[in-house]
């Protein structure tokens, strides 16, 4: 088999190249690419807080956050913005939540917080897909999370949140309330067109 070794792919008629390949074998330009775009990943391993800079910028307005958890203690976990490397800890948060596990249905809403809820992860492996929307725009952030924990079968969470000040931010924390986390966050932004 043949390796063919380039940067830039052009079609004849086009005036500059369509695609682009980066070093760490990431595609840019072109159409049909795809609606997620990898920006980064970070592993962690007995951290009671994972803080990720520098993420969230004008190309894109709305983002994807998958964290895998394993052999996490029970606790709740929670996420908070960052700008310029700060976690922004005031009472403009606020979240919703419903949650179903094998005893029933339950939902809640809290105001006024210092952060979001993202979701509850009991004893075991999980994972939280995470909807970040307009962080970096200078207007309201919202959240949309959905968790899963793999303890006594599937213990399913949805949780809305939002951030209320006309903030701009360019990361976010992921705090758990007890014990440490192990595991991987990778982040995404959504493709605008």
């Given amino acids: 088999m043949s390796t063919l070794k380039t940067t830039n792919i ?3 008629s086009a005036g500059s190249p369509n695609l682009v390949l980066a070093a760490d074998g990431s595609v840019s330009g072109g159409a049909g690419l795809g609606g997620l775009v990898h920006l980064h990943t970070e592993d962690f391993t007995a951290q009671p807080s994972v803080s990720i800079d520098d993420v969230f910028d004008s190309t894109y307005d709305n983002y994807r956050v998958i964290v895998n958890i394993t052999g996490s203690t029970s606790a709740f976990h929670y996420m908070r913005f960052r700008a310029s490397g700060s976690t922004d800890s005031t009472s403009n948060y606020a979240h919703q939540q419903f949650d179903v596990n094998g005893t029933g249905v339950s939902a809640g809403r809290s105001t006024s917080r210092t952060n979001i809820r993202i979701t509850y992860q009991d ?15 200078s ?10 924990s ?9 949780w809305v949140g939002s951030y209320g000040a006309s903030t701009s931010f360019d990361g ?3 705090t758990a309330d007890a014990g440490t986390m192990t595991g991987s966050l990778s982040v995404y932004g959504y493709r605008k067109s």
Avoid: E, M
């Fill in 172 to 174: 976010f924390s992921v």
């Fill in 123 to 137: 004893t075991g492996d999980g994972a939280i897909a995470i909807d970040v929307f307009s962080p970096f725009l």
């Fill in 150 to 158: 793999t303890y006594a079968g599937a213990y399913v969470i949805q």
């Fill in 10 to 12: 052009q079609h004849p």
């Fill in 139 to 148: 207007k309201g952030s919202t959240v949309y999370s959905n968790g899963i």
